[in-house]
């Protein structure tokens, strides 16, 4: 199989990680989206590291373009992973902090996607493939980060309105959308006394791993007849 560029985004830890790993571990290469430089380790050759201030829409340009030259003149896969979760509820934040967190979350976690995706599309070949990383918080809600489960909501539309309006050029649009996933920014939380509470949500009284994530985005990136999907990875721990 030919070798597919990839660019994924936030992929300095985590899920990210986790997806850029997985497609070079099957001889991909990868354009790695962080904040700041840093030495990739992925298995394979050709890889690529793109850093850019994701509020930017000019950076956002910047760095898709640089990835699609790094890796060779194009992609084949976007995977827009990025995102922020901001705490802000509404009886104990000051209104400047309240609108704050809104600006912040939206910046990140839907604007940059929609920004990426009118990048990207301008470098995808038929088919092409863009994959969204959305949450179970899009549906079940998030009292704490209403922000986040608003944008993610968001998200999916966005999702499924692209995926109507790049099909006729071959291009397949989907998403994931996770529960609670071990990463290293909740290690301490999943150790402490309310990690139990987390784990029992799903009736597996575990939480995902970072690579179950990336099997299926995987997947979505292998099929284009899973254009507007938004695949739920829950566990159980939530039906819509």
């Not at 301490?188 to 139990?196: K, Q, R, T």
Request: hydrophobic share 50%; aromatic share 6%.
């Amino acid at each position: 199989m030919t070798a597919r560029r990839v660019l994924v985004t936030g992929a300095a830890r985590g899920i990210g990680a986790a997806i850029a790993h997985s497609f070079a571990a099957q001889g991909d290469r990868v354009a790695v989206h962080r904040r700041s430089p840093a030495p990739l380790d992925l298995p394979g050759t050709g890889h690529a590291l793109v850093t850019g201030d994701l509020t930017d829409p000019s950076a956002v340009r910047a760095l898709v373009d640089e990835a699609a030259a790094a890796l060779g003149g194009g992609l084949d896969v976007v995977v827009n992973n990025a995102a922020v979760y901001v705490e802000h509820k509404i009886a104990e934040t000051t209104y400047e902090q309240w609108q704050a967190a809104w600006r912040a979350t939206l910046d990140v976690d839907l604007l940059a996607p929609a920004n990426i995706c009118w990048c990207a599309a301008r470098h995808l070949p038929r088919g092409g493939r863009i994959i969204n990383v959305s949450s179970r918080g899009a549906y079940r809600g998030e009292p704490d980060h209403p922000a986040y489960g608003a944008a993610k909501a968001a998200l999916n539309s966005m999702t499924q309105s692209l995926a109507k309006a790049l099909a006729p050029r071959g291009i397949a649009v989907s998403a994931v959308a996770p529960g609670f996933v071990a990463t290293d920014m909740v290690a301490d939380l999943l150790a402490s006394p309310e990690g139990a509470v987390i784990r029992a949500q799903s009736p597996f009284d575990r939480v995902a791993e970072p690579s179950e994530i990336a099997d299926a985005v995987l997947f979505l990136a292998s099929s284009e007849w899973a254009s507007g999907t938004i695949l739920d990875l829950t566990g159980a721990s939530y039906f819509r």
